[in-house]
T-cell receptor, first 109, second 117 residues
Framework: GEDVEQSLFLSVREGDSSVINCTYT??????LYWYKQEPGAGLQLLTY?????DMKQDQRLTVLLNKKDKHLSLRIADTQTGDSAIYFC?????????FGSGTKLNVKP | DTAVSQTPKYLVTQMGNDKSIKCEQN?????MYWYKQDSKKFLKIMFS???????INETVPNRFSPKSPDKAHLNLHINSLELGDSAVYFC????????????????FGPGTRLTVL
């Protein structure tokens, strides 16, 4: 399968911005996604970006895509304690979705 | 109403037993998936069905057999359970998109935590 990599942990203070990074290998990916998983829960789709876009903003979330470097990032502005969770990036190629290992975001009050 | 539901939420069983996990989606989607999430949170696709037909079958032991009675249901049957099968199993669904031209985002169920003793 394709490789999707993320750093495992990120710790920020409440009110700061968080930036979660992801790299992928499949240059033919059509869509890239960010999912959030809270403890004991399933994955919740946060946002997605089409591969011909550079940026997408949705309220406190900003997704940046550098297709040349195959790098995807998720910026969360004004991070809150409720944002503490594991964040997964995923790439899609037709019917296959490849997920990263997840980045555990810890927000300190 | 829950979009993608799984039962049971928790399953504790002895090694060697046979068990099933059920998944249902009421989104009208054509494609359903099973994922396994291990203790390190790695999420790996196991199977995908489109309109009741198997389209993805990753390297999964043949003790795992998916069954899709209709396109709204995809059940996972596991024979001769082993300790290494302990994980959280997620069902997901998406619309089919020919040529991958739509967002075709996946919607996940809440997961089934399987513990094999």
């Amino acid at each position: 399968g394709e490789d999707v990599e993320q750093s495992l942990f990120l710790s920020v203070r409440e009110g700061d911005s968080s930036v979660i990074n992801c790299t992928y290998t499949d240059s033919s990916s059509t869509y890239l996604y960010w999912y959030k998983q809270e403890p004991g829960a399933g994955l919740q789709l946060l946002t997605y970006i089409f591969s011909n876009m550079d940026m997408k903003q949705d309220q406190r979330l900003t997704v940046l895509l550098n297709k040349k470097d195959k790098h995807l990032s998720l910026r969360i502005a004004d991070t809150q304690t409720g944002d503490s969770a594991i964040y997964f990036c995923a790439e899609r190629n037709f019917n296959k979705f490849y997920f990263g290992s997840g980045t555990k975001l810890n927000v300190k009050p | 109403d829950t979009a993608v539901s799984q039962t049971p939420k928790y399953l504790v069983t002895q090694m060697g037993n046979d068990k099933s996990i059920k998944c249902e989606q009421n989104l009208g989607h054509d494609t359903m998936y099973w994922y396994k999430q291990d203790s390190k949170k790695f999420l790996k696709i196991m199977f995908s069905y489109n309109n009741k037909e198997l389209i993805i079958n990753e390297t999964v032991p043949n003790r795992f057999s998916p069954k899709s009675p209709d396109k709204a249901h995809l059940n996972l049957h596991i024979n001769s359970l082993e300790l290494g099968d302990s994980a959280v199993y997620f069902c997901a669904s998406s619309r089919q998109a020919a040529g991958g031209k739509s967002t075709d985002t996946q919607y996940f169920g809440p997961g089934t935590r399987l513990t094999v003793l």
